[in-house]
Structure formats: structure tokens, C-alpha cells
């Protein structure tokens, strides 16, 4: 049997008083990829944030790495240092002073103080290896402001892949990409996940993308209404259910134009 | 020529001495957190402690207590309280910002409507006066620089982090809310210190040209901070020399060498640097 690397039961979330997420139970084999789907407002990136720790729990428990969260919502340093985390957007306003390089360098570096002198050149040297495995090596100069959407979301990737982890969590990470470059996007990410043995738990939009390139769907609206194989999940009847009864999947056809 | 004669006579002046130094303390101090702040948007933040300064000097002169003394835990207090109302108000931060440091400045101008023995300069509180700054004061403002640089240098992948995303930073390990009160307590104390020098009405100058001068100019993290410590610190011993020599008001005169300094990184940003 493989691995439980994240292991959620009995999850509960409370905000404004009102249940989020309830009573969701789960748990993610190593080096799978798991997509979380739902509707806006079903409590996806609550539950993402409860798991990662950013918001209070009202019960339940969550285990990374067989190590338990605490109350107070922390994990222990060791563990914390597993988890790489992509929200869905970051705040890039403006000309931001900041080159790719060094944003990644901060992906290394521990929390705490950072002395210059110390291990500079392994920093350099998994800057560099993070920045080439990512397909980013031409842009170690350039300020992360001046990147497209794509260029961007790969330099996110190489922060995420600059030091080893074992769960990488994604909130829509692919919000607001083109076709070609979500899709070069997935593909990266595939590649350095089978490199890497990354697990992946990402909440994603985009069902044809789930389908293509996850092994396992959890559905939520507020409570887990079904989870499986993506054939599984992911069945016409399954999503009326997640989504009512008026939702129709749109399907994509190449008809010769007459 | 006259004012390069008069320079040795006026570098010869001890309150002259102590205003430079002063100047450049507290340009480099607003400097460096200014580098923080802007990137945070907390520019507004700045400008609304300094106005809301007032009535922290206003409450110290109706109680007949010095007001720098009654100022640095007021502007602490004003820093925790709107934080806590941003975090639990659904209003926007600059709109709530604007409720609070009006309503201060209203109750400041009241408050000093009913002292009437005041005998100090309401010109003093607005724009400051560095030329009186006093040994006692430029220790403070270089304890605090000392904390300041500190504190940033040991988190500065916090505040990059945070900068960034709150949860981004959350899931890599940064204390998200320490470090989020630590930032503002310390704008707040180095806001209020600075008053006495720079005034309530510039400050927040002194908190945002720097940055966002250095900010043109600048392609690393650390370059941009150093830049912007050095623009506010030279920028206000530029603007004391050219007040000394002009007789001109001293605060006003440092903010606007901070502003042709701020042109000049703009006309540099176009020529020099590439886009």
C-alpha cells in the first residue's frame, strides 16, 4: 500500500459562524495527483488553506507526513519544509524590484535569517538547476514584473522545485493562461512531479485538464460529494450532482466548416 | 558663490550639526521602511499616522505633559487599533484610513482650541523643526534605525513573502500576523519620532518618495532598499543645506530635493534602465 502523505478526516470550517467545509474526509496516496473540483464558493480554497494551516479549524484533524497539525494550526519545521505552496494569483504591481533569480533564492532559504556568507554557492547552484529543470534559465535577470502570465507561473514552479519537497498544493494555479501555456504549464508540471515524486493536491477549474492529467478527483460543495478516479468523478450524472442539474459539459468538436 | 562662502560658517553651527545628522537619520530611516511600506501599500498608512499624530501632540499639550512623550504611544496605539479594524472591518483599508485620521484631526483642532495657553508654534507641529532636534533625540532615532535595519535584515524574506501573498508566505513558514503588527508598530514609532523633525504634514514624504524613487531605478530587493535608504538620507541633507542657506523652511526644502530626486530617477528609469 502506498504512502499517505496528507491525511484528512472529519475537517470542519467555520467562517462568519457558517460551516465552509464539513466533515470532509480524505487522504493523498505519494506521488498522486489530485484535483479538487467544485462550484464558486463550495469551499475549495478554505479547505486548501485549513490543510496548509492559514485558517482555524473547528474540528477534525489533518496529518502530513503521519504528523499531526496542531490546534494552532502549525506544523512541525521538518514537515513544514515539505509543503510548496502556489496561490492563485501573487502581487506584482507595478515595477517590482525583484529579478527571477532572487525570488527563487527565497524559495531555498529557511525561514529566519539568511547569512550571505553561508552555503552561498549550493543556493547558486540549486537557483540554477531549479531555473533550467523549469525551462526558465533565459530569465534568471529579468524583474518578475516583466513576465508574462506564462513565464510567470513556470518562475513560481522553479521556487516551488529549487529545494525537495513532497506535497506541492496548488490553487488555481492556472488561472488566467492561455491554451498553449496551461498547457505547457501541466506538462512541466507532470514532468517534474514523476522527477521530483512530488504528491499534487490543486484545485482547478478546468475539467478537461482533471481529466487529462489527475488520478484522483475530489468533488466539493461544502461537504465531499464524491471522489474517485476522474472517469469516476468526473461521470455527466456525478457532476449535475456538484454542480445541479443544469450543468452540461462543454465538449469541444472540430467540425469541417461548410 | 555667497552661499558656497556662508557653507563653512553654517556647517560651523552646532544646531546646524545636529540637524544634519538628524536629517540623515531620519530621511535613511523613512527610507528603509519606506522601501517595505510602499511595496506593502501602506503608503496611505503613513500619511494618516502622521495627520493622526496631532491629536497625540493635542492630547499631551491639554494635559500639560510633553507631547513627544504622549506621541510615540499614541501613534502605537492608533497602529494596533487600525489594524484591527482593517482586519475585522469589510470596509477598504484607504477608506477606513480616511475615517480615522479625519475624525483625529477633528478632534486634534478641537482639543487645541481649548488649550489657550499654548504657547507653542502650530507651524512647528505641521512641518516640523529639525533645526531644534537635541542630543536625546538623535539617540533615539539612531536606536531605532539600529532596530529598524535589524529587524528587516533578519526578515527580509518575510516581507518579500508577504509582499507577495499573505498565505503564500503562511505556507512557507512566515508568522503572517507577528510580523504584520511587528512592521506596523515599527512605521508607527519611527512616524512618531520623526514628527518633531519633519512635521505631521510631511512624513508620509519622507516614508514614500525615497522608495518609490528607488523603485524606478532598482532591478534586485537589496539594491532597491539601499537605494532607498540612501536617497532619504541625502535628499534631506541636501534640503537642510540648500534650507540653511536659503533661509527657507527646512522640512518643506528636504521634501522637495526628495522630489527632484524622484524626477530624476523617473528621467533615468526612461533613459538608462531598461523597461
Not at chain 1, 474540528?59 to 509543503?83: D, F, H, K, N
Not at chain 2, 528636504?254 to 533613459?271: C, D, T
Request: net charge positive.
Amino acid at each position: 500500500m502506498a504512502e499517505l502523505v496528507l491525511q484528512v478526516s472529519g475537517l470542519r470550517v467555520l467562517r462568519d459562524g457558517v460551516p465552509v467545509v464539513d466533515d470532509v474526509s480524505f487522504a493523498l496516496p505519494a506521488e498522486s495527483d489530485t484535483a479538487l473540483v467544485g462550484p464558486n464558493g463550495a469551499g475549495k480554497s478554505t479547505l486548501v488553506a485549513a490543510v496548509l494551516g492559514l485558517l482555524p479549524r473547528q474540528a477534525g484533524e489533518v496529518r502530513l507526513l503521519g504528523q499531526p497539525l496542531s490546534p494552532q494550526g502549525r506544523w512541525p519545521r521538518s514537515v513544514r519544509a515539505q509543503v510548496a505552496y502556489l496561490p492563485q494569483s501573487l502581487a506584482v504591481e507595478g515595477r517590482f524590484p525583484l529579478t527571477v533569480r532572487d525570488f527563487v533564492g527565497f524559495g531555498f532559504d529557511p525561514p529566519g535569517p539568511r547569512w550571505p556568507w553561508r552555503g552561498a554557492e549550493r543556493r547558486r547552484q540549486a537557483i540554477e538547476r531549479a531555473l533550467e529543470r523549469t525551462q526558465c534559465r533565459a530569465l534568471g535577470r529579468r524583474l518578475i514584473s516583466e513576465l508574462s502570465g506564462g513565464q510567470w507561473k513556470r518562475v513560481q514552479l522553479a521556487f516551488c522545485v529549487v529545494r525537495p519537497r513532497r506535497l506541492l498544493v496548488l490553487d488555481e494555479a492556472q488561472a488566467g493562461l492561455d491554451a498553449p501555456s496551461s498547457e505547457r504549464f501541466q506538462q512541466l508540471l507532470l514532468d517534474l512531479r514523476r522527477q521530483e515524486g512530488w504528491t499534487v493536491l490543486q484545485v482547478s477549474h478546468d475539467l478537461e485538464m482533471v481529466r487529462r492529467s489527475c488520478d484522483q478527483v475530489l468533488c466539493l460543495n461544502r461537504q465531499l460529494r464524491c471522489s474517485g478516479s476522474p472517469d469516476h468523478a468526473l461521470s455527466p450524472q456525478r457532476l449535475a450532482e456538484l454542480y445541479g442539474p443544469g450543468y452540461v459539459p462543454y465538449q469541444h468538436h472540430h467540425a469541417p466548416l461548410s | 558663490m555667497a552661499a558656497v562662502e556662508a557653507l563653512p560658517a553654517l556647517l560651523a553651527l552646532p544646531f546646524m550639526q545636529r540637524a544634519l545628522l538628524g536629517g540623515l537619520l531620519t530621511g535613511a530611516l523613512g527610507g528603509l521602511l519606506g522601501s517595505v511600506a510602499v511595496l506593502r501599500q501602506l503608503s496611505f498608512f503613513s500619511d494618516a499616522l502622521g495627520h493622526s499624530a496631532l491629536l497625540g501632540i493635542s492630547l499631551g499639550i491639554l494635559l500639560g505633559v510633553n507631547p513627544t512623550l504622549v506621541l510615540v504611544p499614541f501613534a502605537v496605539l492608533f497602529a494596533l487599533l487600525v489594524n484591527q479594524l482593517v482586519q475585522r472591518s469589510r470596509l477598504p483599508t484607504d477608506a477606513l484610513l480616511n475615517i480615522v485620521y479625519s475624525t483625529s484631526l477633528a478632534f486634534a483642532v478641537v482639543a487645541l482650541s481649548l488649550v489657550d495657553t499654548y504657547r507653542g508654534n502650530i507651524q512647528q507641529l505641521l512641518f516640523g523643526d529639525i533645526l531644534g532636534i537635541s542630543w536625546p533625540d538623535l539617540w533615539v532615532i539612531a536606536g531605532l534605525a539600529v532596530l529598524a535595519l535589524g529587524y528587516l535584515i533578519v526578515s527580509l524574506r518575510a516581507q518579500v513573502l508577504l509582499i507577495l501573498n499573505d498565505d503564500l508566505a503562511g505556507a512557507f513558514g512566515v508568522r503572517i500576523s507577528a510580523h504584520r503588527l511587528a512592521f506596523i508598530v515599527l512605521l508607527a514609532v519611527v512616524v512618531a519620532v520623526s514628527i518633531k523633525a519633519v512635521g505631521v504634514l510631511l512624513i508620509s514624504a519622507f516614508v514614500v518618495i525615497p522608495a518609490c524613487a528607488a523603485r524606478l531605478v532598482s532591478r534586485r530587493f537589496s539594491t532597491y532598499v539601499l537605494t532607498s535608504v540612501l536617497l532619504g538620507g541625502s535628499c534631506a541633507v541636501l534640503g537642510l543645506l540648500g534650507s540653511g542657506l536659503t533661509n527657507l523652511p527646512s522640512g518643506p526644502c528636504v521634501v522637495i530635493v526628495q522630489f527632484a530626486g524622484f524626477l530624476l530617477a523617473l528621467l533615468w528609469s526612461r533613459l538608462v534602465v531598461p523597461a
